[in-house]
């Protein structure tokens, strides 16, 4: 048996699932997403007493008083630059976790930028999270070709997500988002895509919120 031959019997499903995805093209990329994520961990967020409230669109909201806040999200972006989401308090941050490798984060990604635009003057700022690129070379080519202005983190081991209260975020789905209210508090999760509608839907009540 070839060197090839083995190689291809020790892939993972999540290997060979998320390398089927990357032949699609036009149309049935937008259709990705509709997938839960290109990962193995579905739309499940595991354990641990986090107060989210799943709708049927999938996207999960915590009442204000039972919010816990954000773990410390700082280090080198995939710039280099140095970014920590502390700073951002007193705004409401998206927090969206990503790779370039995902075609669901792909499909995606167009809508994230547009809804960043129409929303940062409301005091809206969009943070990615990049996990799973072994460098940071395809990630800045992922953000050019997609015209991603907002800064993104570099966690190519997934270090920042596993800070979060367990049962908040499954390492196995990406692409995920987060929004963090403007005391810097988790209100609202989507294990999955979303639509550019769907993003809009998860902001408007947080929007809302004096």
Do not use: H
Not at 68 to 96: F, H, M, R
Not at 156 to 171: D, I, Q, S, V
Not at 181 to 187: I, L, M, P
């Amino acid at each position: 048996m070839s060197a090839a031959s083995r190689a291809s019997q020790r892939s993972t499903p999540l290997t060979r699932t998320c390398s089927r995805a990357a032949l699609l093209t036009g149309g049935v990329v937008s259709a990705a997403l509709v997938l839960s994520a290109c990962g193995s961990g579905g739309t499940k967020g595991g354990g641990g007493g986090t107060g989210f409230v799943t709708g049927t669109d999938g996207i999960a909201m915590v009442k204000e008083g039972d919010r816990t806040p954000a773990p410390d999200l700082s280090g080198k972006t995939i710039d280099g630059n140095q970014l920590d989401v502390a700073d951002y308090e007193g705004k409401i941050v998206v927090l969206n976790v990503w790779g370039s490798w995902c075609p669901p984060c792909r499909a995606e990604a167009p809508g994230f930028e547009k809804v960043y635009k129409d929303l940062k003057d409301q005091g809206v700022q969009f943070v990615g999270i990049n996990t799973r690129d072994t460098s940071t070379r395809p990630a800045i080519a992922f953000e050019k070709s997609y015209g991603i202005t907002y800064p993104s983190l570099y966690d190519p081991t997934g270090r920042l997500m596993l800070r979060f209260e367990k049962g908040t975020l499954n390492p196995q789905a990406v692409p995920s988002t987060l929004v963090l209210d403007r005391e810097g508090n988790v209100a609202s999760r989507s294990l999955q895509a979303l639509s550019e509608d769907k993003l809009r839907k998860m902001l408007k009540p947080i929007l809302a919120e004096k």
